[in-house]
């Protein structure tokens, strides 16, 4: 099961008003016992309007509220922490903290160890909240169904537990952050409660398992970060509500571990190492309350990650919830540093801008959304229709669905209903997606759990099979060793039935110790013979001697030693080799061998070997004592093989679990890859929507633009007509327009009166030739055009003109081809060239008709 930290989805209103910012209080504790025993001074004073706090000599510090040491339980709560849990039960998020340094009134304050016991002055923020949260549960019964959860987790060395079931253990906690951006507690188990007195069985529960400890500086300090968190579920049992539409909230109640100098709590082992980790995550909130209440540092990375502690408290800080932070301080001036600390710290949390929206199911708000839609189309038809009708639209819900129960509007209902039903079966897939995926995540949980339970195993196997291998060895060299006593025993066997020289005291000993097996054959029982058999066919490595290294071949047999028929029948060639050891051969040759024995075998192999009292007894306690070991041996490799065929089997499920591991995993990569690659595509359409439409509009203007210069061109050859019919017809000054110069024709441009007179006379030589003179008398250095003009020039103008022309409808050309580029509908085209060309043809025509009907060049004279 899945602890969500903050729910899956938001209405998209987000709150932007004074209820966003996180709201801090600072609460001071009376000097305590200790404080007065030490003669410690109070150095914290308070304004009256219960805003500022005064520190030592005038450091002056506000806040929204400022609780002093007079402040009961029940005000700091009415202030502080009842508008968050009804806006709780209205479904936003909520978050209380208590920070501060150790000792200074947090737990205290939120009531995280307070029992069902605790008399009503005393009672925290916690078991109040719960208390008013059932009592507006009840109220609302009528209308609204509720289902209520809670969980409650400490953050301990950094690691998470589950207080209300301390036997999960921490590694199979995470957080993490859902598709939606929100965070969840993976692998803590919320608890369903229905009332007060349950609920608070549950707090009393959890707060036993919560980690404390005596310090010098509070003898049960709290050296883990607890979070009390209530789940409130609600939908609307109303008639008219939608059943899908649930509102889910959550409340978290933290009470953060006191920040602390070591050298004054007197922390030493584990407690160092606590405090250690407490300062380093209050350090990390501190970065994350830093980056989000600096302005300027506002738009940079916020350092969530640095910390468990802040990373769970992502959606607190700067995220989707209402949040209030009580800052605890001492009053004590021996705490001043400390308490200056912790107001600054408070005084930055006070710019923090959260995001707090009511968090709504997405189906029911997709089906919100798909409604809407649905009333404005519906709403637009009804007001087109109308309009056909050449009334006034009407407003309103009641004539909408007076008009929607037309008849003529069923279709277009149906319509649009199957669109609505094609839509929802989008969502509906999406969601069954989303469903899939997060169970797959959960399969993969567990899976890996069984993972890591199947490689513990595997691992401890191994070591038993170490073990026994080791056991088998030291078997087997007591084996070596019992060999070379039957060795030992063998070559004293003769020496012994000859042994007068042996000396009485030897003698004696040797009977004791005969004895001594002799018991142990007995002990042994009825199963000795058929051990004896098990020896004989016993297959020992023939060819070499692992703990010595030599090899048969180099064993050489001493030619006047007879093998006692007894023995040369039971022991294989393995136990002959040690039988036949060089060193025990090199004893028996020595003639004082009896008192040599001892330098030849340690000790205490001589005196096990000397245990019979005849070769027969001798070598079948031998024996017995080898078969024993054997059959230990035996039973330890039966057992080896079992456990190793064991390991193999659980090999073989691990891989299995690990191949479903890999494909369930696949298979959800896959899935997300889809889900994002959809939301992608979608964003993808709108941009690319939102250029096209940009895009058109820009081509308009162009267009639009271009049409205006083909006008003016073409009014341009208009005038450029007519200035040559003028000409053509001898009205020189009509050449002239407005001062400027036509274009396309030579022209010179003369300075003066005088030098255009000049030029025409030099011109009237050449009969072929049209002399122009524009002339204008009024201008002081009036501007004048003149040039040679015949046929030939009026050739080239035409020639001009048809250049003119065919620029133009390259132009006009272009645009529709752009057009068309662009709108890809043929429609668009026409209507555009329907619009272009009806005034650019009748101009043609115009030109055209100019060009056809204008008279044949006369040559002229200015005189
Ligand atoms: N407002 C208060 N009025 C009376 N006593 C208080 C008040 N606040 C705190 N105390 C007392 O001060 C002592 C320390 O308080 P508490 O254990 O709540 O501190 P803490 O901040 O939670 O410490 P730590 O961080 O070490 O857990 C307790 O004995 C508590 O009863």
Redesign the pocket.
């Known amino acids: 099961m899945t602890a969500s930290l903050s729910p899956s989805h938001h209405d998209s209103q987000v709150q932007d008003d004074d209820s966003s910012s996180v709201r801090v209080a600072v609460?001071a504790?009376?000097l305590?016992q200790k404080e007065i025993a030490e003669n410690s001074k109070e150095c914290v004073f308070y304004s009256k309007d219960r805003k500022q706090v005064v520190l030592g000599k005038g450091r002056r510090f506000t806040f929204d509220h400022v609780f002093s040491?007079v402040i009961s339980q029940e005000d700091v709560y009415n202030e502080c922490v009842k508008p968050l849990v009804e806006s709780c039960c209205a479904g936003y998020n909520a978050t209380v903290l208590a920070y501060?340094q150790?000792?200074?009134?947090?737990?205290?304050?939120m009531g995280c160890g307070n029992k069902s016991s605790s008399l009503e002055e005393e009672l925290g923020v916690l078991p109040r909240a719960i208390r008013q949260l059932f009592k507006i549960v009840e109220e609302r019964s009528h209308e609204t169904e509720f289902l209520v959860k809670c969980a409650f987790v400490e953050i301990y060395n950094d690691e998470i537990k589950d207080l209300l079931h301390p036997d999960t253990p921490p590694k199979a906690i995470s957080i993490r952050e859902d598709a939606n951006g929100d965070i969840i507690l993976a692998g803590v188990r919320e608890e369903e409660v229905t009332n007060f007195k349950s609920m608070i069985r549950f707090l009393e529960y959890g707060s036993v398992f919560r980690t404390t400890g005596s310090?010098l500086?509070?003898q049960?300090?709290?050296r883990s970060h607890a979070i009390f968190t209530i789940i409130v579920e609600q939908r609307s049992i109303l008639e008219c509500a939608s059943r899908n539409d649930v509102i889910t909230a959550k409340f978290h109640l933290v009470?953060l571990?006191?920040s602390e100098r070591v050298k004054r709590t007197g922390a030493v082992g584990m407690r160092f190492k606590e405090s250690v980790t407490i300062n380093c995550g209050l350090l990390a909130l501190g970065n994350v309350i830093s980056a989000l209440g600096d302005e300027r540092k506002r738009c940079q990375h916020v350092p969530y990650r640095e910390s468990k502690l802040t990373r769970m408290l992502q959606d607190s800080l700067g995220g989707n919830s209402r949040t209030c932070m009580i800052a605890?301080i001492s009053t004590a001036d021996t705490d001043l540093e400390e308490t200056l600390n912790t107001l600054k710290y408070a005084n930055r949390a006070r710019n923090i801008r959260n995001k707090p929206v009511i968090n709504r199911d997405p189906q029911s708000v997709v089906l919100n959304q798909l409604r809407q839609e649905i009333r404005a189309l519906q709403l637009e038809l009804l007001n087109s229709r109308i309009r056909n009708m050449g009334l006034v639209p009407v407003c309103g819900p009641q004539s909408l669905e007076l008009l929607l129960q037309d008849e003529s509007h069923r279709e277009f209902l149906a319509n649009i209903r199957a669109r609505a039903d094609a839509n929802m079966d989008v969502v509906a897939e999406l969601n069954a997606l989303r469903r899939k995926s997060r169970e797959t995540e959960q399969e993969n949980l567990k899976l890996k759990d069984e993972i890591q339970g199947l490689e513990s195993l595997v691992s401890n196997l191994r070591e038993e099979m170490l073990q026994t291998r080791t056991e088998r060895d030291h078997y087997e060299l007591r084996l070596d060793e019992v060999n070379s006593e039957i060795t030992a025993l063998m070559q004293v066997v003769p020496h012994w039935e000859n042994g007068n020289d042996i000396s009485s005291v030897v003698r004696s000993h040797l009977s004791e110790m005969v004895m001594r097996v002799l018991g142990k054959i007995d002990d042994e029982g009825p199963g000795a013979a058929s051990s004896e058999s098990s020896f004989c066919s016993l297959d020992r490595p023939a060819t070499s001697d692992a703990a010595t290294g030599e090899s048969e071949k180099s064993i050489s047999y001493p030619t006047d030693w007879v093998m006692p028929q007894e023995c040369n029948n039971t022991l294989n060639g393995w136990a002959r080799s040690r039988l036949y050891d060089s060193q025990a051969v090199a004893s028996i040759r020595d003639p004082s061998f009896p008192s040599n024995i001892e330098l030849a075998f340690p000790p205490k192999t001589v005196a096990k070997s000397m245990n019979c009292t005849s070769p027969g007894q001798a070598s079948r306690g031998a024996r017995n004592i080898i078969n024993l070991h054997l059959r230990t041996i035996q039973v330890l490799e039966e057992r080896l093989a079992a456990i190793e065929s064991d390991v193999i089997a659980k090999d073989e499920a691990l891989r299995e679990a690990s191949e479903d591991l890999a494909r369930d995993e696949r298979i959800f990569a896959e899935k997300m890859k889809e889900m994002k690659a959809l939301k992608k595509l979608a964003r993808d359409m709108s941009t690319e929507k939102e250029a096209l439409v940009q895009k058109t509009e820009r081509n308009a203007a162009i267009i639009s633009h271009m049409i205006n210069e083909a006008l003016a061109k073409d009014d341009e050859l208009g005038c450029l007509r007519t200035s040559i019919e003028t000409l053509q017809t001898g009205r020189p000054d009509a050449f002239v327009m407005n001062g400027a110069c036509v274009p396309g024709l030579p022209v010179t441009l003369l300075n003066s009166k005088k030098e255009a007179d000049d030029d025409s006379f030099a011109n009237t030589e050449n009969p072929d030739k049209v002399v122009l003179q524009a002339k204008r008398d009024a201008v002081d250095g009036a501007i004048g055009v003149s040039d040679t003009f015949g046929p030939a020039h009026l050739d080239d103008c035409k020639g001009k003109l048809k250049v003119e022309e065919e620029k133009e409808m390259l132009i006009v050309n272009k645009a529709i081809e752009d057009q068309k580029q662009h709108f890809g509908e043929g429609v668009r085209v026409e209507e555009l060239e329907l619009k272009v060309s009806p005034k650019l043809r009748n101009k043609k025509r115009r030109n055209f008709l100019m060009n056809c009907f204008r008279p044949k060049v006369h040559e002229t004279h200015d005189s």
């Not at 150790?102 to 304050?109: H, N």
């Open positions: 609460r504790r009376p305590i040491p501060g150790t000792g200074s009134g947090k737990t205290f304050t310090t500086m509070n049960h300090s709290s009470d571990a006191g605890c």
